[in-house]
């Protein structure tokens, strides 16, 4: 995803995993094999396991990167196979919107990588259960949003 940002072009590095939740976000300003690396070294310490498939668009840097970040893991490059993580921009676009534009890079960063995790909270796969298991998942996330101290939330 491209961000503009004072004018100049920035790209967002994001992190999906299977259930549309946002794992890691990156926010560089070339998006060349040597980014990719950063990228996924990145991604790689933050995770608890070892993703057994890793899906990416035809960008040659990715594939550069992954012969030496991810040599074991499957690669797949086939088309609407990254939609998933396509479509985990849109609440980014949204508060974006309703921010103005982001005024720095840094900023981009560090509103990104906080806000990501709590919207994984609060977005629950409506269309996938029923309305009594959504109600239970919406009160726990407000109860865990609840339990947080307000010195965090407000960072």
Known sequence: MFIRIRGERYYLWRAVDQDGDTLDILVQKRRNTRAAKR???????????????????NLR????????????????????????????????????????????????????SVHSPINNLFRVGRHLMKAGHYRLFR???????RAVPTGLAAA
Request: proline share 4%; with cysteine; net charge positive.
């Open 39 to 57: 990228f996924f070294r990145k991604l790689l310490k933050g995770l608890r396991y070892v993703p057994n498939r890793r899906v990416t668009d």
């Open 139 to 145: 009160e726990q996330a407000f109860v865990t949003w």
């Open 61 to 112: 840097s990715y594939a550069a990167a992954h012969r030496t970040t991810f040599p074991s893991v499957r690669h797949c490059t086939t088309q609407y196979a990254n939609n998933r993580a396509e479509v985990s921009y849109q609440p980014t676009r949204q508060r974006e919107r309703h921010m103005r534009r982001f005024k720095s890079a840094r900023h981009v960063q560090r509103f990104l």
